[in-house]
């Protein structure tokens, strides 16, 4: 049996914490000001993402709004892989709104060299993805769903499962726009899940369908974008009845959970 005394104490820790000015919510808000006052030339997408504050870390989460995104990608490596397709949908008032799920695919690359082995690669991330050659050829750019993606934002807070592959792919296509990184606020199911477990401390797959099983949540077919989207919309609410119940949830809490 978890020891409950320790838990109510590491609680009562972290609710402390969220009224500190040292938490990382306060230092993300410091460097979104300091993005604006460089006076950068931005798309204007990206200027209206940052022109809303950053919430408090005491502020109750489940009076906010956030949008829950997946990459498929052809490979790990930003550098020399690209994303194969996007999908996210939004969660507004605890609800997950499927009238706001979209699903885009990626042209790009337009060209693929056969020697170093990407044109292999491309087939299998198009199998592996569920997304035929035909798709892909009728697919948009890039930019253009980042554009979509950051116009359509109901506020700067994204929840991942497993976030590295969201953060990293999109630091690069910031990069190519020659711009510095931003202050985005992620969630990251896994990572919420790692670090609170009480009971079953000795698990070790944290996969997003297995965390699902454990839930109770019916199973979905993996590797598509929008489909892991909702997948794990319906983890972090999970998660969130299960840390909260129906008590305040502070946004501050669940971010440190998920560093």
């Given at each position: 049996m978890p020891d409950k005394s320790l838990k109510n104490k590491n609680i009562i820790t972290h609710m402390m914490d969220l009224f500190s000015n040292r938490h990382p919510l306060h230092r993300l808000?410091?460097?979104?000001?300091?993005?604006?006052?460089?006076?950068?030339?931005?798309?204007?997408?990206?200027?209206?993402?940052?022109?809303?504050?950053?919430?408090?870390?005491?502020?109750?989460?489940?009076?906010?709004?956030?949008?829950?995104?997946?990459?498929?990608?052809?490979?790990?490596?930003?550098?020399?892989?690209?994303?194969?397709?996007?999908?996210?949908?939004?969660?507004?008032?605890?609800?997950?709104?499927?009238?706001?799920?979209?699903?885009?695919?990626?042209?790009?690359?337009?060209?693929?060299?056969?020697?170093?082995?990407?044109?292999?690669?491309?087939?299998?991330?198009?199998?592996?993805?569920?997304?035929?050659?035909?798709?892909?050829?009728?697919?948009?750019?890039?930019?253009?769903?980042?554009?979509?993606?950051?116009?359509?934002?109901?506020?700067n807070i994204l929840v991942v499962h497993g976030a590295t592959i969201e953060q990293r792919f999109l630091e690069q296509f910031i990069l190519s726009l020659q711009l510095p990184n931003l202050p985005i606020i992620w969630l990251d199911t896994l990572r919420i899940e790692q670090n609170t477990i009480q009971q079953n401390r000795y698990q070790r797959d944290f996969r997003l369908f297995s965390l699902r099983r454990q839930y109770k949540l019916p199973d979905y077919p993996a590797h598509h974008a929008l489909v892991d989207a909702i997948s794990t919309a319906e983890l972090f609410l999970a998660q969130k009845k299960r840390l909260f119940n129906q008590a305040i949830a502070p946004i501050g809490f669940l971010y440190q959970k998920s560093q």
């Open positions: 808000e410091e460097q979104r000001q300091a993005l604006i006052e460089q006076n950068l030339t931005l798309p204007d997408y990206l200027v209206c993402f940052l022109k809303s504050s950053y919430p408090s870390p005491k502020e109750n989460s489940n009076d906010m709004a956030f949008t829950v995104v997946d990459f498929e990608t052809s490979g790990l490596n930003p550098k020399t892989d690209h994303i194969v397709s996007v999908g996210w949908v939004h969660i507004i008032d605890g609800v997950i709104k499927l009238s706001s799920a979209q699903h885009h695919i990626i042209n790009e690359p337009t060209s693929i060299s056969a020697e170093d082995g990407h044109e292999e690669r491309e087939h299998i991330a198009r199998s592996l993805h569920h997304i035929l050659p035909e798709q892909q050829k009728m697919g948009i750019s890039l930019e253009e769903a980042m554009e979509c993606f950051f116009s359509n934002l109901p506020s």
